[in-house]
């Protein structure tokens, strides 16, 4: 892609570099002589560790996107947000119960939202950040667990919000109640575990461990696949 | 977005696909995959490999790139460091924040221990916060761990250390549960039921999943419980040596703060290095699925300690990179998408191995059809394969990809192409370490006091290891590192903390005229490159 491609020039923190065209940020800053420390951790869209803030030219609006998995464009003007200071509750999740009330003590300033989008249209995922704030001050712990699903807690939502809502952190509470209180535990599992624990499974175990290479072989190709 | 000419390519992958709906290609015998393998693999490629010349492994052939670092003098000035003044004094020095890790951490907590976790980059920027699959448990009724254990070892090419796996397989549902109690959002049906699906190797359905964010949502879970118990973490400080004791115990480490460039001491009576795998030493030159930090630095400095290490000689390719587009080279393209029912095809529109054969077999397969038959898609790094993400949509319904595999849709949708409708081009990348450093059951190395688990270990998965095992392994042998160490910890009396162990390594490299360069990298260095 280096060799061919046509270059553009980017401005990283206010300095101009000149990079190929069609690469991402990320990749784009690599080039133009960075290292990363901070800013950068899975490199594919999973650990928001690479939020991004960038103008392009003509247009008034604040973009964002990740390093990671945006392009850049001639002419942009490029800062990153590694990290955002945020408001953090410790819980026993055993103790608490999946309710309204718990949310709320635990994020009072939930209840502040002003319905201004802005964290809906800046969440790097698509995601509809308002609406699961929304659903959390009406306690619908479910609807905030499913619509935050895809959160990967890079903090932009966070940076923006006029009410100092720390939304992913919200959404990650909403999630782990309702893993652990209202979808219910899967019995298969439970009684395999018992089963395992009453050594049900340990002789055949023991057999399968002393056996030889050509009678593991024998039995592997013979199985039978679901 | 594809080209007209991809797109003209399509054509023949949308005729052949319904004829193709109906077809199960043949699964290889025992023989074809032994040749198969030997033929195309890349740790069977000529020049791949050299044997170590210092260590305990000492004559044991590796790919260029470990070698190269087990031949490495230290990075810090190992004779000048002062080592009377402790920055950290705990019991248990836990050495990587991804999740085996943080597993070990909190189970060493729970055993009363006074542990720090020491991470590279942020804590939870790590392999398992991409896995996107799912993990491995038998606990349908139709299963046993005896089946798990049976695929597992099928699955490593029978070279797997059967004690670990017998570890792996038993304690898998009990660490679900532990997840599920944990509140991890697994997918499941509205009576609880583990929704599960088949892997490639497995014989039964039981890769449990939380939709592709599998491992985002373990990480993420343990993370905030790690936070809830009050967990001591200090990140950008990656490990750089270990310390010893003079009865040759480990005793702690050297942690190197990457913003300040300030090295800080800890003294610690158990240490586990949890700190993942290699990718980003671009094995073959090949581009990667890992996460930044993934540079075997646990390996390194676990070596010179004089830890052994097992099948580093066997490399873990992913059948199903990303060939196209451009940007994204090498990212994963989760196997799930073969579990939903996809078949990879070649530029004829046919089939050319069982989808779901195991990973190294589905790999070679592919390179086959690329360079020794010509059946491959040309893309500007190469070519590669089509991979009929529609048919997902064929046979599940509409909507299924967005719904399973919302990561997979975004990651193309980003670019312009949406493989509910299309399909996409695939390449093997360079994608797990299936070897590192030998552990027991107990996840002890040979080195006293030091444990190791996760994709920094090595034993459980033999020469190639079948999806949704390693998020399982980091689960089960973090859980038993982080135990037994704090309960190790109990009856540990150190000596005054060295780094002779080190001393005499770099000694043992001037004389064999090696260590010109220095080890761990901590980072890899892409400055005035295009990475892959
Ligand atoms: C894209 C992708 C998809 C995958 N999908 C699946 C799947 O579906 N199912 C499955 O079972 N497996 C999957 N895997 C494999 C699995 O995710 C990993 O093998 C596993 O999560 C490794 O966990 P770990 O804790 O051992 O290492 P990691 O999660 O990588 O954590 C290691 C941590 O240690 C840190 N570290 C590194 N060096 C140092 C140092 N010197 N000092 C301190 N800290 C350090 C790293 O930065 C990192 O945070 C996938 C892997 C990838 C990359
Ligand atoms: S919800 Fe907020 S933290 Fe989560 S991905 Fe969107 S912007 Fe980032
Ligand atoms: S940015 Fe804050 S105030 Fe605005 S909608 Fe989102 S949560 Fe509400
Ligand atoms: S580096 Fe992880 S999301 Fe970009």
Redesign the interface.
Same mark, same amino acid.
């Given at each position: 892609m280096t060799g061919e491609s046509t270059m553009v020039s980017i401005y990283i923190m206010g300095k101009q570099y000149e990079v190929p065209d069609g690469v991402t940020i990320m990749k784009a800053m690599e080039f133009a002589g960075y290292r990363f420390i901070r800013g950068c951790g899975c490199r594919g869209g999973f650990c928001g560790a690479c939020g991004t803030v960038y103008r392009t030219p003509g247009n008034f609006r604040l973009k964002v996107g990740l390093a990671c998995a945006t392009m850049v464009e001639a002419g942009m003007h490029l800062a990153q947000i590694p990290f955002y200071p945020a408001n953090r509750a410790a819980y026993d999740l055993q103790a608490l119960a999946p309710t309204l009330g718990t949310l709320r003590q635990h994020y009072p300033e939930m209840t502040r939202c002003l319905g201004c989008n802005q964290c809906t249209r800046i969440c790097p995922q698509g995601l509809p950040v308002m609406d699961y704030i929304a659903a959390a001050q009406c306690g619908d712990l479910e609807k905030t667990a499913h619509q935050s699903f895809d959160c990967i807690m890079c903090g932009l939502c966070a940076s923006r919000c006029p009410a100092e809502i720390v939304q992913y952190n919200v959404g990650i509470l909403a999630r782990r109640l309702f893993g652990r209180h209202i979808a219910p535990p899967a019995r298969h599992l439970a009684q395999r575990v018992q089963d395992i624990e009453a050594g049900k499974f340990d002789d055949e175990l023991e057999r399968l461990m002393r056996m030889g290479r050509e009678e593991l072989q024998k039995r592997y190709y013979a199985r039978d696949i679901e | 977005m594809y080209t007209p000419e991809m797109l003209g390519l399509v054509k023949t992958v949308e005729q052949s696909r319904e004829r193709r709906l109906k077809e199960t290609f043949p699964r290889l *015998? !025992?023989e074809e995959k032994t040749n198969i393998l030997r033929s195309y693999h890349p740790d069977y490629m000529e020049g791949s490999m050299r044997p170590v010349m210092v260590g305990p492994n000492a004559g044991d052939s590796m790919p260029h790139a470990h070698a190269d670092l087990l031949e490495s003098r230290s990075l810090a000035d190992v004779d000048g460091l002062p080592l009377d003044k402790v920055d950290y004094d705990v019991d248990v020095l836990v050495i990587g924040g991804g999740g085996a890790g943080t597993a070990a951490a909190l189970l060493a907590a729970e055993e009363g221990a006074g542990v720090l976790l020491a991470t590279k980059?942020?804590h939870? %920027?790590?392999n398992t916060?991409?896995a996107e699959g799912g993990i491995q448990?038998?606990?349908? #009724?139709?299963d046993? =761990? !005896?089946?798990h254990?049976?695929?597992a070892?099928?699955g490593g090419g029978?070279t797997n250390i =059967?004690?670990l796996v017998?570890a792996l397989?038993?304690d898998a549902?009990?660490c679900?549960?532990w997840l #599920?109690? $944990?509140?991890?959002?697994?997918s499941?049906d509205? %009576? +609880? *039921?583990?929704n599960s699906n088949?892997g490639g190797g497995t014989?039964?359905?039981r890769m449990h999943f939380?939709?592709d964010?599998t491992? !985002?949502e373990i990480m993420? *879970?343990l993370r905030?419980?790690a936070?809830?118990r +009050?967990i001591r973490v200090v990140e950008?400080s990656p490990a750089v040596e270990l310390l010893t004791d003079e009865l040759g115990q480990c005793a702690g480490a050297v942690l190197y703060n $990457? #913003?300040t460039g300030q090295y800080l001491i800890v003294r610690a009576k158990t240490a586990v290095i949890a700190t993942g795998g290699s990718g980003r030493l671009h094995i073959n030159d090949s581009p990667t *699925?890992n996460?930044?930090?993934a540079t075997a630095d646990g390996l390194v400095i676990a070596y010179r300690a004089g830890a052994r290490l097992v099948f580093l000689d066997a490399t873990q390719f992913h059948p199903t990179g990303v060939a196209f587009p451009?940007?994204?080279v090498g990212?994963?393209v989760t196997e799930k998408v073969r579990g939903l029912g996809a078949q990879l095809v070649n530029i004829d529109g046919e089939q050319f191995i069982y989808p779901l054969e195991t990973r190294d077999a589905v790999s070679s397969a592919i390179i086959r059809e690329c360079r020794e038959r010509r059946k491959g898609i040309g893309v500007?790094?190469g070519y590669g394969v089509w991979l009929d993400s529609p048919m997902i949509e064929t046979i599940h319904g509409k909507g299924t990809i967005e719904k399973e595999l =919302?990561?997979m849709f975004?990651?193309y949708i980003?670019?312009g192409i949406n493989m509910a409708e299309l399909p996409i081009i695939v390449y093997p990348t360079l994608h797990y370490q299936n070897g590192g450093i030998l552990i027991n059951d107990k996840a002890e190395s040979g080195v006293p006091n030091l444990y190791v688990a996760g994709e920094a270990s090595g034993g459980v998965h033999g020469r190639n290891r079948l999806m949704g095992n390693s998020l399982l392994d980091i689960i089960v042998f973090g859980r038993r590192a982080g135990k037994n160490a704090a309960e190790k910890a109990k009856s540990v009396r150190l000596g005054s903390l060295t780094l002779e162990h080190t001393k005499r390594f770099n000694e043992e490299l001037r004389q064999l005229g090696l260590g010109r360069r220095v080890a761990p990298i901590l $980072?890899p260095?892409?400055? +005035?490159?295009?990475?892959g």
């Open positions: - | *015998t !025992a980059l942020r939870g %920027d790590a916060m991409m448990a038998a606990d349908k #009724e139709n046993s =761990p !005896a089946i254990y049976l695929d070892m099928g029978f =059967p004690e017998r397989v038993a549902p009990r679900i549960q #599920e109690s $944990l509140g991890c959002m697994f499941k509205p %009576d +609880g *039921t583990m088949h014989s039964r359905k939380a939709h964010y491992g !985002a993420r *879970t905030d419980e936070r809830n +009050g950008f $990457l #913003e *699925t996460h930044y930090g451009e940007q994204i990212q994963l500007p790094s =919302p990561a975004r990651q980003r670019f $980072l260095d892409y400055r +005035g490159k295009i990475s």
